[in-house]
C-alpha cells in the first residue's frame, strides 16, 4: 500500500511540468534505495571524483 504524500493529487496537478518531474524523480530514488537497504544490497555512489560502494548497513532513505 502506497503512503500518503504531502500534497493531495488536486494539489498536485495543478503544478508545473518540471515540479511534478522533480517530485517524481525523488520518490523514485527514495523508493530505490529503501528497495536497496531492505534486500541487503549495496549501491554504488559518486564521492570525490570516484565510484564508492556504500553498504546497505550505511544506506540513509530520504524522506518524501
Do not use: C, F, Y
Request: proline share 8%; charged share 35%.
Amino acid at each position: 500500500m502506497k503512503k500518503q504524500t504531502r500534497k493531495s493529487r488536486e494539489d498536485v496537478r495543478d503544478l508545473p511540468l518540471k515540479v511534478k518531474a522533480e517530485m517524481a524523480l525523488k520518490e523514485a530514488v527514495a523508493e530505490a534505495l529503501a528497495e536497496h537497504k531492505r534486500r541487503g544490497n549495496p549501491i554504488a555512489v559518486w564521492r570525490n571524483g570516484k565510484a564508492v560502494w556504500i553498504p546497505p548497513e550505511e544506506i540513509v532513505v530520504p524522506v518524501v
